[in-house]
């Protein structure tokens, strides 16, 4: 017993120094982080929210210019009165000149923190991520209302799922490039996310636009509720995918072959015509798989132009072939690869009124 | 005024030596008669504090007086009472006088002296349980008076089986303690071990079953209490029934149970009246409140003071803004309040019950309420410390409660030390304490350690009665089946 409490105390003197206390009240959380480059330099702009007696939030903005981005944090550190911790933040945002030249030093550094959560949110901004950073959107904060519209677009609608977990795997998958989603400042406190940059050893090399956001996540990602219009003549109808699934199949031999089928079920929202029989839906039905094969079709040559692969197709061959040459497979295999897209298309409801 | 008698006795040192004690109280009484018939004259003493004069009025001297009788043994044939006595041993005579019999000496027969039994029996009715009060099922609760007691048990189980053997402890209050088990059900070994134990307390005074629990058990270093007691007659003749055995002692109304376990201290009786899916619920609500009890405030203090990081982010604002006043860092505002809960639980157990629900009241409202508004604790804190004292409220069993009680602070501590790590590093400690405790050299913490499965049947669940056909395999009972249960019929469809 008088052991126990002996190394009790003595591990109570020893260790109580090894943790660092961060008493919440008493740290800034930087919630959210925008890089753009100036001048050659990096410039950082951290977020810090300050919560109001009435619950509101203010936001302040600390910045700071730098080569490395760690040593940004240690010039706003001196601007800030209590200390900038990086355990909450929310969203890293990258400026599209910046984007360009590539982040991947900058990514690193979140990657190696420990208390920076896998869960964070990237984006590229169309323009300066500084001016999207100092906006005011709302009472809750704006780091928590840039991850919430990511992720909520993310889950229910056509922004395929990516945090820092997900971009670092697609880094480092051999045979696969990453991608995120762009965001742009819309009127004055308004943001919109405007479509998906896709990337190349760390930089950006093309953006798919918003519209077209639907059949990049039909491709790349499992399941998507995203919302896409067809058109049948002179009349427009709006489609509600509910269920997708992709899959993927490489010929026998020669192995250039890729067979990609995509299961879509459907529903129809919104129908500009009169009247919806089983006519019309069928018509829909075979428009609408027209439409995605064409439009994946086109995604995926451009893919194959940059010799970009966001969809993972040299990963999946990868894991199919023995002796697989991936230096190989860039220079020659891949821009040779003939893709063919299959949509299987079901409309499973069209309005409860027939 | 024994002269007579003693003048010549052998052992007149042992009875003049008692008798000039008894003379200096006050209760202690002689009396001489004459028999109407014989002119026998003959002496009652008696202490008049432990006898019921009435006996002795009605049922002994009418006769005595009026009957002829010549010999001590004759008065056996004319008195109306049962338990009389004659013997010639003078070291009777001091045990037998508190006991609450009626020393009766003749003239003529100095060598013997008859005992004539007149115990007075002050005894409180039986009452409604209080501290294991159940809506529903018996509502009587034991008494002050052990022969009540074990009245009650053996009421309950009219079967020659059931075992009730007495003890005498306390070299001055020589305290009457039964140890009750059915034979053939409890395992001989407990019964030996229990006996053993009792036998060997030594204590001058022992007032209550709660000075026996302290020295019969296990271990003496520890907040957790090792035998379960129990006020509610109807949960002894349960227990017995299990093959555990039960301790009553003169004098306390509560027995007490033993072998018992963790689990069992959170099992409240009532959950056997009611269904069994209702009582797991109850149950695992009454489990979850002690874990929430114990926990909530070290993960409070350790949270904010260390892991930023797993606030969510919608709470963030909530625990901001209220601690934003606040002077003092987490864990002096988290002491500062399980402070004022426990002297106000400290304070209402102490006074009278009327005063006692002003303080809880003015304790609650006016002080949770004022040191928030002068910002020496947050109002989130206030919540959170008031829900646990709640929760620990749910524990069936007071002792354990307030084992409870304690538990928090050593977290707190830790929690403060080294975070979560800390609370971790603390529940092992105390996990290893438990598993260390024997209750009655049975391991306390089963059936989660040793893991018996069958036992698990009654533990953080109660599973219907029907699959209850064994006994609890930690009490190793000689006879284990409790009933056999009858085949399984093949089910008939509803239309067959």
């Known amino acids: 017993m008088k052991k126990i409490i002996i190394s009790f105390f003595i591990a109570a003197l020893l260790l109580c120094g090894c ?70 933040l929310e969203v890293v945002l990258f400026g599209k000149e910046l984007s360009e030249r590539g982040i991947l030093d900058l990514i690193d550094s979140f990657q190696r923190d420990p208390s920076v959560g896998a869960g964070l949110y990237l984006a590229v901004v169309d323009g300066e991520s500084k001016k999207i950073i100092q906006g ?11 991850s919430n519209l990511i992720r909520h677009n993310m889950l229910t609608k056509d922004v395929p799922k990516t945090n820092l977990q997900l971009f670092l795997s697609d880094f480092y998958q051999i045979g696969k490039t990453s991608y995120l989603p762009q965001l742009k400042k819309k009127g004055k406190n308004q ?72 299961k879509i079920n459907a529903i129809l929202n919104e129908f500009s015509g009169n009247k919806v029989t089983k006519k019309e839906v069928g018509e829909i039905e075979k428009k609408f798989k027209k439409d995605v094969e064409r439009e994946c079709m086109q995604m995926t040559e451009r893919f194959q132009k940059q010799k970009i692969d966001p969809i993972g197709l040299g990963h999946f061959v990868k894991s199919k072939t023995r002796n697989f040459d991936i230096k190989k497979w860039w220079r020659e295999d891949y821009p040779k690869l003939k893709v063919n897209i299959k949509a299987d298309v079901t409309i499973t409801e069209s309005g409860v009124i027939e | 005024m024994l002269n007579w008698f003693t003048k010549k006795n052998t052992h007149s040192d042992v009875k003049g030596n008692l008798d000039s004690y008894l003379k200096r109280s006050k209760d202690y009484k002689q009396v001489y008669y004459e028999n109407q018939k014989t002119n026998q004259r003959f002496c009652f003493s008696f202490l008049s504090s432990l006898i019921d004069e009435s006996i002795l009025e009605d049922h002994a001297l009418p006769f005595l007086l009026d009957k002829p009788f010549e010999k001590l043994e004759d008065i056996k044939k004319i008195v109306s009472v049962a338990d009389v006595q004659i013997s010639n041993d003078p070291s009777l005579i001091e045990q037998k006088l508190f006991n609450g019999y009626v020393l009766m000496t003749m003239e003529s027969d100095k060598k013997n002296f008859a005992f004539i039994a007149a115990q007075k029996e002050i005894v409180r009715s039986v009452t409604q349980p209080e501290v294991e009060f159940s809506v529903i099922g018996p509502k009587e609760a034991f008494v002050e008076s052990l022969m009540q007691n074990v009245n009650l048990i053996r009421k309950r189980l009219p079967i020659k089986e059931l075992i009730i053997e007495e003890f005498t402890v306390g070299s001055l209050s020589k305290t009457k303690v039964v140890t009750l088990h059915i034979d053939g059900i409890a395992d001989p070994v407990n019964v030996e071990t229990i006996k053993e134990r009792i036998k060997g307390v030594q204590f001058d005074a022992i007032t209550d079953s709660s000075y026996i629990v302290q020295m019969i058990s296990d271990n003496k270093n520890t907040p957790f209490p090792q035998l379960l007691d129990t006020e509610r007659p109807d949960r002894v003749t349960a227990i017995l029934a299990e093959g555990k055995i039960a301790v009553l002692v003169d004098g306390s109304p509560h027995a007490l149970i033993a072998p018992t376990t963790l689990v069992e201290f959170f099992s409240s009786f009532e959950d056997y009246f009611l269904n069994w899916i209702l009582s797991s619920f109850f149950r695992l609500i009454r489990l979850f409140a002690v874990a929430f009890s114990i926990l909530i405030t070290p993960v ?27 002077p003092l860092p987490p864990i002096l505002e988290a002491l500062f309040l399980e402070l004022t809960i426990e002297l106000l639980r400290e304070a ?98 089963e059936p989660l350690y040793p893991p018996r499965l069958a036992d698990f049947k009654d533990a953080l669940v109660r599973f219907p009665f029907s699959q209850q056909s064994q006994r609890p395999q930690i009490l190793r009972s000689p006879n284990p089946v409790r009933f056999t249960p009858p085949e399984k019929k093949k089910k008939t469809d509803i239309d067959e």
């Open chain 2, 300 to 326: 409070y203090v350790a949270t904010l003071s260390y892991h930023y990081e797993l606030i969510p982010k919608d709470l963030m604002s909530t625990l901001i803004t209220s601690r934003r006043e606040i």
């Open chain 1, 191 to 262: 943001i919109m996310i405007s479509g998906i940059s896709l990337f190349k050893y760390g930089k950006v090399v093309d953006t798919i636009p918003g519209n077209k956001m639907f059949f990049f996540k039909l491709l790349v990602d499992n399941y998507s509720e995203g919302t896409t219009e067809v058109k049948i003549g002179k009349e427009i109808a709006a489609i509600q995918s509910v269920q997708s699934k992709n899959d993927f199949k490489l010929s026998r031999s020669p192995r250039n072959e890729v067979d990609i089928t995509l």
């Open chain 1, 19 to 88: 943790v660092q206390k961060e008493i919440l009240d008493d740290v800034n959380l930087e919630t959210g982080v925008g890089y753009d480059l100036v001048k050659e330099k990096i410039r950082g702009t951290a977020l810090v929210p300050v919560y109001q007696p009435d619950k509101s939030v203010d936001n302040k903005t600390f910045t700071a210019s730098s080569k490395l981005s760690r040593d940004f944090l240690n010039d706003v550190q001196r601007q800030s009165p209590d200390p900038i911790v990086t355990g909450s």
């Open chain 2, 348 to 445: 209402g157990a102490r006074l009278p019950t009327k005063v006692g629900q002003t303080i809880g009241i003015v304790g609650g409202i006016v002080i949770g309420t004022a040191s928030v508004e002068a910002g020496l604790t947050s109002n989130v804190l206030l919540i959170i410390v008031a829900l646990a004292a709640l929760a620990s409220f749910t524990t069936p069993v007071y002792k354990m409660g307030n084992a409870i009680r304690l538990l928090r602070f050593p977290f707190l501590l830790f929690a403060e030390l080294w975070g979560l790590i800390g609370i971790v590093f603390c529940f092992c400690i105390l996990m290893t304490h438990l598993i260390r405790l024997t209750s009655l050299n049975r391991p306390f913490l």
């Open chain 1, 136 to 146: 005011n959107y709302g009472n809750r904060g704006t780091a928590i209302f840039i």
